[in-house]
């Protein structure tokens, strides 16, 4: 991990994430959605601050809720996400020309770095909000039997 993504890591108070980098919940609205797809409801959104160093990837999971990613610095970051339609993985890069982008509520997506890069600082904006019991990682077996022909993506976001 380089230096500058270390002192930001100090900096911004990231802790390790499960699903790989390091984050912090940066807002949590006070409102909550009632509802039965979200027992207990959920707040209206949550935004957290994202950092992905060198040699560090998302590992492939999925939430309940649309994610918006923003770009911040660093990168470039590359967001994959399973599509069961064409069981391709597609790729789409944050930084440079796009700031941000949405993965709809129930894709299986990850991320990696592009190339050249240390690190990625971004943010993220879920509604309605996140909670970790909405969160599920990837199973290599069953993304693989599902998705066959992103094997090559799904291995490496499944370490």
Same mark, same amino acid.
């Given at each position: !991990?380089?230096?500058? &993504?270390?002192?930001?890591? $100090?900096?911004?108070?990231?802790?390790?994430?499960?699903?790989?980098?390091?984050?912090?919940?940066?807002?949590? &609205? &006070?409102? $909550?959605?009632?509802?039965?797809? *979200?027992?207990?409801?959920? %707040?209206?959104?949550? &935004?957290?601050?994202?950092?992905?160093?060198?040699? $560090?990837?998302?590992? =492939?999971?999925?939430?309940? %809720? #649309?994610?918006?990613?923003?770009?911040?610095?660093?990168?470039?970051?590359?967001?994959?996400?399973? #599509?069961?339609?064409?069981?391709?993985?597609? @790729?789409?890069? =944050?930084?440079?020309? $796009? *700031?941000?982008?949405?993965?709809? +509520?129930?894709?299986?997506?990850?991320?990696? =770095?592009?190339?050249?890069? #240390?690190? +990625?600082?971004?943010?993220?904006?879920?509604?309605?909000?996140?909670? *970790?019991? #909405? *969160?599920? !990682?990837?199973?290599?077996?069953?993304? =693989?039997?599902?998705?066959?022909?992103? @094997?090559?993506?799904?291995?490496?976001?499944?370490?």
């Amino acid at each position: !991990m380089t230096g500058s &993504a270390k002192r930001l890591i $100090r900096l911004l108070r990231l802790k390790p994430h499960p699903e790989g980098g390091f984050f912090r919940e940066t807002y949590r &609205a &006070a409102g $909550r959605i009632p509802g039965r797809k *979200f027992p207990g409801g959920r %707040s209206y959104s949550t &935004a957290i601050l994202f950092l992905l160093p060198k040699g $560090r990837v998302s590992r =492939l999971h999925r939430i309940k %809720s #649309d994610e918006l990613w923003h770009f911040y610095s660093g990168g470039p970051l590359i967001v994959v996400e399973l #599509d069961p339609a064409s069981g391709r993985a597609h @790729r789409t890069a =944050l930084g440079g020309r $796009r *700031f941000q982008y949405v993965v709809k +509520a129930g894709t299986w997506f990850g991320a990696c =770095l592009g190339p050249g890069a #240390d690190y +990625a600082l971004v943010g993220c904006t879920v509604a309605p909000g996140f909670e *970790f019991m #909405d *969160f599920e !990682m990837g199973r290599r077996e069953g993304l =693989l039997r599902r998705f066959p022909k992103s @094997r090559g993506m799904i291995e490496r976001l499944l370490l």
